[in-house]
Every structure is written in structure tokens, then in C-alpha cells.
């Protein structure tokens, strides 16, 4: 499943962007994270967003 499919499983009624935009997408595929320790340091994560999203988007 890719990152855009990842998205939409988790939101229901919120718009898409407002969890992660088409450019946080690209940046999370172009460097290719394996670490939460990676994860955050992307601009978008912090550790409510590490808490809630960061398991699925590195078992992608």
C-alpha cells in the first residue's frame, strides 16, 4: 500500500492534507525512512503525529 492509500485509511471526514500534504508525502518517500529517530526529523512529524501515524508509514 502506498503512503496516499496510508492517508486515506486514516482519515474518514477530514480532508486529506490536513494529515500530511502531497509535498510531506514526497518528502517521506524520497528519503526513504526506516527509523522513528528519521521520521522525526521530517518538518511534519513531531511526537503526537509519531504516536498516532509512525507505525504505519514505516511498515510501508
Not at 509535498?23 to 529517530?37: A, G, M, P, Q, S
Not at 513531531?46 to 510501508?60: E, H, P, Q
Amino acid at each position: 500500500m502506498c503512503l496516499k492509500e496510508l492517508r486515506g485509511d486514516i482519515i474518514k471526514n477530514v480532508a486529506a492534507s490536513f494529515i500530511f500534504n502531497n509535498v510531506e508525502l514526497k518528502d517521506l518517500i524520497e528519503k526513504y525512512l526506516r527509523t522513528k529517530e528519521e521520521l522525526l526529523k521530517v518538518r511534519v512529524f513531531g511526537t503526537k503525529n509519531m504516536a498516532k501515524y509512525g507505525v504505519g508509514i514505516l511498515n510501508r
